[in-house]
């Protein structure tokens, strides 16, 4: 996982509960917590700060996976300002999560393994989301396209109907959004 | 859900701005948050560097697989549609476009074909939709590019958005922002390459650096074909008259051929233009009207040939109409016509070609009158090398010549033969000459009262090795035709003359006469007069015995130039006969111009003359009128006592003929000299 992720949750905690909580989630976690955006760290630490969280407010990961999803939207928008100029609105800028996460991803950290998303229509205006990733974190890209509508100042509903936490091979949105 | 997740987590954690920092906290809290702020701040600084270094590597391989493609690419288009992947995996967009120059400055783009799609389908209305529109200056962005030759982008909402027609459509397919630039040579605009993007776009200054460099590579291989092009039209085109040259008429004549033996009924046919007098008017007017020349008759040729539909009609090829017509070198045009259906389309042809070359050209500020002999050869021979039906159209225009010129000539079998045996003979004369084969024979000239032989005809003979004796009427004109004559005609002047000499001082006869025949060639040739003033001095015959026979039609040829020699002649004291008289067309008023002393009555009105009646009538007039002028007449062919004693009564002052003697040897004219013991 990306020291941006880590980087980014630790902004949202601190942001919303204070640096202690987060020092707190670290020694619950059995981390020391030296993350920098430049670096790439094991998947499991990211798993263990999760479920820190998920044991200390009694919730399950995904809620907290989608908590943290939206909320490091903001935070993105003031680090790269400039994929987000690109679009109008947050549909045009989910179709091209791909070309902003592979290419960015790739250019820090070469070698990296990248989430796939796969975007489709089946009726007017529901999105249909692919979404296939060995880290399973399907609830953190979910958070993400909450946080993005919330950056165009729209709402979206988003149902979940195929997940790879239920055996499938990948995982499914329907996405709505309204302004 | 979130919110209601956030709520609860925050239940549950303490507030920590709720503890109050002593001032060692704070020290500490200060000190975590520069340390922090540093980190951040060399990320940051990190990471542009990569992205930079990673973006430059992006560069530099999306450059290198265009260069690649560039120095690969058999043709511009598939240059072009390389780049177009390479751009939009380069920069991410789903589309991109070609759109090339038109053949004129100033002519809208030509909207191509040639997409790159990563959609399965999604975008076929705008491709349709781009491709029926005309982008002349200014109209959409390619219309743009096309007028400020730089790169330029459009998104979706600019505005200026009613200058972009397809903004609607685009919308519609998820697209809002449209890049393009320009391939360019030089100052000129060749090609326009537009991207289609699903986000805004607004493209910096390497992006537009880096656009500019991929379109002066694609200029290059536009650049690079059309030297190929170039070269390729230059090796297969005359560079005076851009029409083709041999190579490209070689070329379609097989083609042509080709079908011919696959296709039953497909007929074709070659024809042969080759002007008459074209050497004439470059030695007259000089090489430079010689060319203007050549130019006007190769447009001339075209325009006849495009204004033509029955050589339009049924082609299936839809190349240059060049291809029809090819200047083989020199004066020499080749036509070839597709898909007759009978003889009478060349013939039809051949007829407007002669017609359109009749007309006369302005060279050098004057009036020239040219006309050309065509020669026809037709598919339906069954020919099956390209140089055998080239051939065989060259010998018909080579008959169309001998019969005359300014004419056309079907070829036939007969003519191959002819072509043939002139070969053989062409190349035997030189042996023959080389060898000293070739003799005179002096046939005596005698008055018919007593007999008497007054003078000779020397006359050429050949006897070949291996064909016998080959006659002066078929050698002559090979020998005219390929610069011997002269050479020959000298020999017999040097020969008859020298003989003419000895006879005079052995028999006593200084009045004995020799007539030695001049053909036209020798006549329009510069030197005729100073080779017979070279051998009257080398010979030492006596003064005035010396006659040279021209036949009329020679003479009518230029007869001013005629003229002029006869006088050089007559001041030389040499005599002049007009040969085969009655044949031709003289012009009596002419004939009283021309300082001549005799006229010879042809064979064929002497022959049987008295018999038939007219032949008769024909020889009085010409005795008549030679009376009038003051001429002698001689009659040759006499072979009867008959023919002889009707020349007699008509007055003829001599008569040759195989009644007196047959064209003897030296030796046997030697004899019949002594034989009737003087002159």
Not at chain 1, 41 to 48: C, K, S, T
Not at chain 2, 497 to 522: I, K, P, Y
Not at chain 2, 571 to 596: E, K, M, N, W
Request: aromatic share 6%.
């Amino acid at each position: 996982m990306k020291g941006i992720v880590f980087n980014l949750l630790q902004e949202v905690v601190c942001k919303e509960y204070g640096e202690d909580t987060w020092d707190q989630l670290l020694d619950d976690a059995g981390l020391d917590g030296a993350y920098t955006s430049l670096g790439s760290y094991a998947d499991a630490e990211v798993v263990a700060l999760v479920n820190a969280a998920s044991a200390a407010l009694n919730l399950p990961a995904q809620d907290i996976l989608r908590w943290f999803g939206r909320r490091a939207m903001p935070l993105l928008a003031e680090r790269y300002p400039g994929f987000f100029q690109r679009h109008q609105d947050a549909r045009s800028f989910i179709l091209t999560l791909n070309s902003i996460i592979h290419p960015e991803v790739e250019k820090l950290y070469p070698g990296a393994a990248t989430p796939v998303f796969d975007f489709s229509n089946d009726e007017q205006d529901r999105l249909v989301v692919g979404y296939k990733s060995a880290r399973k974190m399907c609830a953190l890209a979910e958070g993400f396209m909450t946080g993005a509508a919330d950056h165009y100042h729209e709402q979206t509903e988003i149902d979940h109907p195929v997940c790879m936490h239920h055996g499938d091979e990948k995982c499914v949105f329907h996405v709505r959004f309204h302004k | 859900m979130v919110t209601r997740s956030v709520s609860s987590m925050s239940d549950s954690t303490n507030d920590p701005a709720a503890a109050p920092p002593d001032a060692e906290i704070a020290r500490l809290t200060r000190r975590l948050k520069r340390e922090t702020a540093a980190r951040k701040e060399a990320e940051a600084i990190a990471e542009r560097g990569l992205r930079d270094l990673f973006r430059r590597q992006q560069e530099i391989v999306l450059l290198e697989s265009i260069a690649v493609a560039a120095n690969e690419a058999a043709e511009v288009e598939a240059a072009m549609h390389h780049a177009l992947g390479a751009v939009c995996r380069y920069a991410h967009w789903p589309l991109g476009h070609l759109l090339l120059a038109g053949e004129t400055p100033g002519e809208a783009l030509v909207s191509t074909q040639v997409w790159h799609d990563d959609s399965d389908g999604n975008y076929t209305v705008l491709r349709e939709l781009t491709e029926s529109i005309q982008f002349g200056a200014e109209i959409g962005l390619p219309g743009r590019v096309l007028s400020s030759c730089a790169p330029a982008w459009a998104n979706v909402g600019a505005h200026d958005e009613a200058h972009y027609p397809r903004f609607p459509e685009a919308q519609r397919a998820g697209l809002c922002s449209l890049f393009a630039f320009p391939v360019m040579i030089g100052s000129e605009v060749v090609g326009v390459l537009e991207f289609f993007s699903p986000e805004l776009q607004s493209p910096d200054e390497a992006l537009l650096r880096l656009m500019g460099q991929v379109g002066t590579h694609l200029g290059r291989v536009v650049e690079r074909q059309r030297a190929k092009a170039r070269l390729m039209h230059d090796a297969l085109h005359d560079p005076l008259t851009q029409l083709g040259n041999r190579k490209l008429f070689l070329n379609r004549l097989q083609h042509f051929m080709q079908r011919a033996q696959r296709v039953s009924n497909y007929q074709f046919a070659v024809l042969f233009v080759d002007l008459d007098r074209f050497k004439a008017v470059n030695d007259g007017l000089g090489h430079q009207a010689g060319d203007e020349l050549i130019v006007s008759t190769a447009q001339r040729l075209t325009n006849c040939l495009r204004g033509t539909d029955l050589i339009s009609r049924g082609r299936t090829e839809s190349g240059d109409e060049d291809d029809v017509v090819a200047r083989l070198g020199g004066d020499e045009f080749t036509i070839l016509i597709d898909n007759i259906h009978n003889p009478q389309v060349p013939i039809r042809v051949a007829e407007r070609l002669l017609a359109v070359l009749a007309e006369p050209f302005e060279l050098e500020h004057q009036q020239v009158f040219i006309t050309a002999s065509i020669g026809i050869a037709l598919s339906s021979s069954g020919y099956e090398d390209v140089q055998d039906i080239l051939r065989d159209a060259d010998i018909a225009m080579y008959h169309a010549k001998q019969h005359g010129r300014a004419r056309w000539m079907m070829f036939d079998q007969d003519m191959q033969e002819k072509a043939l045996r002139r070969l053989q003979l062409e190349a035997a004369l030189r042996v023959a000459l080389d060898a000293n084969d070739l003799t005179v024979s002096y046939q005596p000239i005698v008055t018919p009262d007593d007999g008497q032989i007054r003078g000779f005809e020397a006359l050429v003979r050949w006897h070949h090795p291996e064909h016998g004796q080959i006659s002066p009427a078929e050698f002559i004109p090979v020998a005219e035709e390929i610069g011997l004559i002269s050479e020959i005609g000298l020999r017999v002047l040097r020969q008859a003359c020298a003989c003419l000499c000895r006879w005079q001082h052995e028999f006593g006869c200084t009045d004995l006469t020799m007539s030695v025949n001049v053909s036209a060639v020798q006549l329009s040739e510069g030197d005729l007069v100073e080779q017979v003033e070279r051998v009257l001095q080398e010979s030492g015959i006596a003064h005035g015995t010396l006659k040279l026979e021209l036949t009329e039609s020679s003479v009518m040829a230029d007869p001013d130039h005629s003229l002029k020699v006869f006088h050089q002649l007559k001041a030389l004291g040499v005599q002049l006969s007009l040969d085969d008289f009655g044949t031709g067309y003289s012009s009596l008023s002419h004939l009283r111009r021309l300082p001549i002393d005799t006229l010879k009555i042809d064979r064929s009105f002497v022959s049987k003359m008295d018999h038939q009646e007219d032949k008769r009538q024909i020889a009085e007039v010409v005795v008549m009128l030679a009376r009038t002028l003051g001429l002698d007449v001689v009659a040759e062919g006499a072979e009867t006592a008959a023919e002889v004693s009707a020349l007699q009564e008509m007055g003829s002052d001599f008569v040759q003929g195989y009644y007196y003697y047959k064209p003897l040897s030296e030796e046997a004219a030697c004899k019949a000299l002594k034989a009737q013991s003087g002159c």
